[in-house]
Antibody, heavy 119, light 105 residues
Framework: QVQLVQSGSEVEKPGASVKVSCKAS????????VNWVRQAPGQGLEWMGW????????NSAQKFQGRVTMTKDTSTNTAYMELRSLRSDDTAVYYC????????????WGQGTLVTVSS | EIVLTQSPGTLSLSPGERATLSCRAS???????LVWYQQKPGQAPRLLIY???SRATGIPDRFIGSGSGTDFTLTISRLEPEDFAVYYC??????FGQGTKLEIK
């Protein structure tokens, strides 16, 4: 069964970092890229970035450049997204989603990880 | 950056009716990269339509995507109770529209 399973909820203080994991099963991360999308409470979807299946190349939205790092571990078939210098407006559900190439549709989504930033 | 504007913001209809959702781009978008998702409360989005008009695996044929250039439409030909949700369009695997909430009248 093709699926993405994400790590559990996190509570962080302003200024801290958070790292969310996304484990793929039923296929390998070397064949499909991984996107990261977030959704603030009651708001819409916001694309954060994508990591290539073929190497460690990434492409991120300008708003997150310098603050987000996307990586993957092919030995465990797990992708990671780290967001640094957290602010209260980073409170959101973070999703990983499969997309073969950079501009492709997202056909499989993780269940989401709630990250709460609060002092 | 291309902006996608969805209308209406909220659409109130009854089961059995036809729904027409619009997605307008601030500049021309390749149809190959125009996508629609459905999201229900507490759930992750689900891929409905890719390439502007191709249904994803398992999506019923009452969901119809159309359009080109700057104007795209998602039509649900005959609403079922499970279709009431929020719908998002997306272009080039990046920008999302703000969403249309389809609610039961």
């Amino acid at each position: 069964q093709v699926q993405l399973v994400q790590s559990g909820s996190e509570v962080e203080k302003p200024g801290a970092s958070v790292k969310v994991s996304c484990k793929a099963s039923g296929y390998t991360l070397t064949n499909y890229g991984v996107n990261w999308v977030r959704q603030a409470p009651g708001q819409g979807l916001e694309w954060m970035g994508w990591i290539s299946p073929y190497n460690d190349n990434t492409n991120s939205a300008q708003k997150f450049q310098g603050r987000v790092t996307m990586t993957k571990d092919t030995s465990t078939n797990t992708a990671y997204m780290e967001l640094r210098s957290l602010r209260s407006d980073d409170t959101a559900v973070y999703y990983c989603a499969r997309g073969k190439q950079l501009f492709d549709e997202f056909d499989i989504w993780g269940q989401g990880t709630l990250v709460t930033v609060s002092s | 950056e291309i902006v996608l504007t969805q209308s209406p913001g909220t659409l109130s209809l009854s089961p059995g009716e036809r729904a027409t959702l619009s997605c307008r781009a601030s500049e021309s978008v390749s149809s190959s990269y125009l996508v629609w998702y459905q999201q229900k409360p507490g759930q992750a989005p689900r891929l409905l339509i890719y390439g502007a008009s191709s249904r994803a695996t398992g999506i019923p044929d009452r969901f119809i995507g159309s359009g080109s250039g700057t104007d795209f439409t998602l039509t649900i030909s005959r609403l079922e109770p499970e279709d009431f949700a929020v719908y998002y369009c997306q272009q080039f695997g990046r920008t999302f529209g703000q969403g249309t909430k389809l609610e039961i009248k």
